[in-house]
């Protein structure tokens, strides 16, 4: 080498050197100098050769490494990234070979499954899978290796070391190679063994509750929309003079109180099931097997399906003849549920047919903020609500009044007693008396303020991780390509320099496209980065005077000879008037217009 063209601390030279007087050719990576005195790594690539009379010439080739460290650098860091993504993610994740066999397994799935990797690794997946879920997943595995499917969904069971099972969904997506074989599969599972013990006790919940209801000393039984008794207990099986309840499944009320009783427990079912509007502690007398006259509180309250469509009710009937008989016992149980309501959680206040207040639970003064010796009987429940949702709430309350269908729970944003608005959720109840009429309503409400803005908060980050889901999907897809296309290219190219049999002059065209390659992944990189910093609101916005005509005209210029390259028909026609100065970013104003006509070059 000459002085100045290699590192002269570089001890490599020396041993090229040797190799070359040795082998005719030597080949080694150096840091050489650049006439301005940087470094840049490169290869030299230098054989001996012989001319006229036997003189020795040698060859020497120099190339530019510095593109590939730094492609090689960022491909370490994507590598880096998803291993790091695979061995510490939240979820438990493998690789299979094309067999179905592991050859990868992250520390996630190890603890789900309680084994270490080497433990895994010697083992089929067939040997941690449930005995009963083996069948249905190699039938999967059956339709992925014969192409008929590409990634599966699967809830199955594993058995852990120590014997437990768990509940896991199973995703597994498959790579394959050009020729549609298999490379390799990727499989998740998250552990869902807490949703299904939770199926497992509503299931257990419902056989307590039937339980429950078989063993109350009341009468309490459900009539499905046709009104047909459905369930009763033993307690109105009792009532009605029956041992079983078969007895009376599948019949009205009528059917089985063949007098006034039944026809008129008959028209009461009907009704609740026409109108919603439940029969809230109503009393009523029957004629029970012994001949007796007894008094029965009756409460029916209309089921909703998820569709909030009526798909039954549920009644209860308790004997309140002793009640009717001792006033006083009456007058106790009244005083026992006012304590109930004021040491509820919940604000309830009792309304007439205008929306006056006769009464209102303690909590209800917390909750507006207003001092419990002020009195607010009398005093109008609307001007609780904002001026907002002042005439909805009168709407809805008229039509509770008028015993129209509506929804008994709604929210509504409301004053606090300081004027400062917040947010209530209330639940309405028509108020009846003992001639069925109804006479106000009873109101449920609580302070869902905190609810509400966490509601608010949760839909705007779901709505903003959507948007930037799509927009990562489809950056990785563009940048993907613009990647792959220049690396081709440089790869290809690369390979036919490496071929002595091409010319000085051949090989100084493909290093011309090798270099055009590089220069656009340059670009490319510098465009995420550019992306990123938009990404990250950290992009700087640096105004500057530009004279927008001869801006155009530089890059009219510029652009000129590769379109008539390629045959493009290119004029400028400009309408702006001399001079045309603006204030603007001319590097991003430049990179703009760069890309518009690189793109109309590439395309047109």
């Known amino acids: 080498g000459r002085d100045g063209l290699v590192d002269p601390e570089d001890s490599r030279l020396q041993v090229l050197l040797k190799d070359r007087a040795l082998h005719g050719s030597a080949r080694g990576e150096f840091l050489l100098v650049k006439k301005d005195g940087s470094r840049f790594p490169g290869e030299v690539s230098s054989s001996i050769f012989k001319i006229n009379a036997g003189e020795e010439r040698s060859c020497i080739i120099i190339r530019d490494l510095s593109g590939i460290r730094e492609i090689e650098d960022e491909l370490r860091k994507s590598k880096e990234g998803f291993k790091s993504y695979f061995e510490n993610g939240p979820v438990g994740m493998c690789v299979n070979s094309s067999d179905?066999?592991?050859?990868?397994?992250?520390?996630?799935?190890?603890?789900?499954?309680?084994?270490?990797?080497?433990?895994?690794?010697?083992?089929?997946?067939?040997?941690?899978?449930?005995?009963?879920?083996?069948?249905?997943?190699?039938?999967?595995?059956?339709?992925?290796?014969?192409?008929?499917?590409?990634?599966?969904?699967?809830?199955?069971?594993?058995?852990?070391?120590?014997?437990?099972?768990?509940?896991?969904?199973?995703?597994?997506?498959?790579?394959?190679?050009?020729?549609?074989?298999?490379?390799?599969?990727?499989?998740?599972?998250?552990?869902?063994?807490?949703?299904?013990?939770?199926?497992e006790s509503l299931v257990h919940e419902r056989q307590l509750l039937r339980t429950l209801v078989d063993n109350l000393p009341f009468p309490i039984y459900f009539i499905d929309k046709e009104g047909k008794k459905v369930i009763a207990n033993k307690a109105d099986l009792e009532n009605i003079g029956c041992s079983m309840e078969s007895e009376v499944l599948g019949k009205t009320d009528e059917e089985y109180f063949p007098n006034e009783v039944g026809q008129?427990?008959?028209?009461?079912?009907?009704?609740?099931?026409?109108?919603?509007?439940?029969?809230?502690?109503?009393?009523?007398?029957?004629?029970?097997?012994?001949?007796?006259?007894?008094?029965?509180?009756?409460?029916?309250?209309?089921?909703?399906?998820?569709?909030?469509?009526?798909?039954?009710?549920?009644?209860?009937?308790?004997?309140?003849?002793?009640?009717?008989?001792?006033?006083?016992?009456?007058?106790?149980?009244?005083?026992?549920?006012?304590?109930?309501?004021?040491?509820?959680?919940?604000?309830?206040?009792?309304?007439?047919?205008?929306?006056?207040?006769?009464?209102?639970?303690?909590?209800?003064?917390?909750?507006?903020?207003?001092?419990?010796?002020?009195?607010?009987?009398?005093t109008s429940i609307f001007s609780w609500l904002a001026p907002d949702d002042l005439e909805s709430a009168k709407l809805i309350f008229q039509k509770m009044i008028l015993n129209q269908q509506t929804e008994p729970t709604r929210t509504f944003?409301?004053?606090?007693?300081?004027?400062?608005?917040?947010?209530?959720?209330?639940?309405?109840?028509?108020?009846?008396?003992?001639?069925?009429?109804?006479?106000?309503?009873?109101?449920?409400?609580?302070?869902?303020?905190?609810?509400?803005?966490?509601?608010?908060?949760?839909?705007?980050?779901?709505?903003?991780?959507?948007?930037?889901?799509?927009?990562?999907?489809?950056?990785?897809?563009?940048?993907?390509h613009?990647?792959?296309?220049?690396?081709?290219?440089?790869?290809?190219?690369?390979?036919?320099?490496?071929?002595?049999?091409?010319?000085?002059?051949?090989?100084?065209?493909?290093?011309?496209?090798?270099?055009?390659?590089?220069?656009?992944?340059?670009?490319?990189?510098?465009?995420?980065?550019?992306?990123?910093?938009?990404?990250?609101?950290?992009?700087?916005?640096?105004?500057?005077?530009?004279?927008?005509?001869?801006?155009?005209?530089?890059?009219?210029?510029?652009?000129k000879p590769l379109m008539e390259e390629k045959g493009l028909i290119f004029n400028l026609v400009s309408a702006l008037k001399e001079p045309f100065n603006i204030l603007i970013d001319e590097m991003k104003l430049e990179v703009v217009l760069t890309k518009i006509l690189d793109n109309a070059y590439k395309f047109t």
Not at 284 to 313: C, H, M, Y
Not at 516 to 533: A, F, P, V, W, Y
Request: charged share 30%; glycine share 6%.
């Open 100 to 199: 179905n066999t592991w050859t990868e397994i992250n520390q996630e799935f190890c603890r789900l499954l309680g084994y270490e990797k080497e433990e895994l690794f010697a083992m089929e997946w067939s040997n941690v899978t449930h005995p009963e879920d083996i069948q249905a997943n190699e039938e999967l595995i059956r339709k992925v290796k014969s192409g008929e499917l590409d990634h599966f969904k699967l809830e199955k069971r594993y058995i852990r070391k120590d014997g437990a099972i768990i509940f896991v969904t199973l995703s597994l997506v498959t790579c394959r190679n050009p020729d549609g074989s298999i490379n390799y599969m990727i499989a998740s599972f998250i552990d869902n063994t807490e949703h299904f013990k939770a199926v």
């Open 264 to 378: 008129r427990g008959h028209a009461d079912n009907l009704s609740v099931l026409r109108t919603g509007q439940p029969i809230l502690n109503r009393e009523e007398d029957f004629i029970n097997k012994k001949g007796e006259q007894r008094w029965l509180q009756t409460t029916k309250v209309p089921l909703f399906d998820a569709n909030d469509q009526i798909s039954g009710l549920v009644g209860i009937g308790l004997d309140v003849t002793q009640q009717r008989m001792l006033q006083q016992k009456i007058k106790e149980s009244e005083a026992y549920f006012r304590t109930l309501i004021n040491i509820s959680p919940d604000g309830i206040v009792v309304t007439d047919l205008l929306g006056c207040i006769d009464f209102i639970s303690r909590k209800g003064f917390e909750i507006f903020g207003v001092p419990v010796d002020k009195e607010l009987k009398g």
């Open 413 to 480: 944003k409301c004053l606090k007693h300081d004027g400062n608005t917040f947010w209530v959720e209330f639940t309405s109840s028509p108020l009846e008396n003992s001639k069925d009429q109804i006479q106000g309503l009873m109101i449920v409400f609580r302070d869902i303020t905190d609810r509400k803005q966490v509601e608010e908060e949760i839909l705007l980050a779901k709505t903003k991780a959507e948007e930037s889901d799509r927009l990562k999907s489809a950056f990785l897809q563009n940048i993907s």
């Open 482 to 559: 613009e990647i792959r296309t220049p690396m081709n290219s440089i790869n290809g190219f690369l390979e036919i320099l490496e071929d002595p049999d091409f010319s000085s002059n051949e090989k100084k065209l493909y290093a011309n496209i090798v270099n055009k390659s590089g220069q656009r992944l340059l670009n490319t990189i510098h465009d995420i980065i550019e992306i990123s910093k938009i990404m990250t609101s950290k992009i700087e916005i640096n105004p500057i005077r530009v004279e927008m005509n001869d801006f155009v005209r530089e890059h009219y210029k510029n652009f």
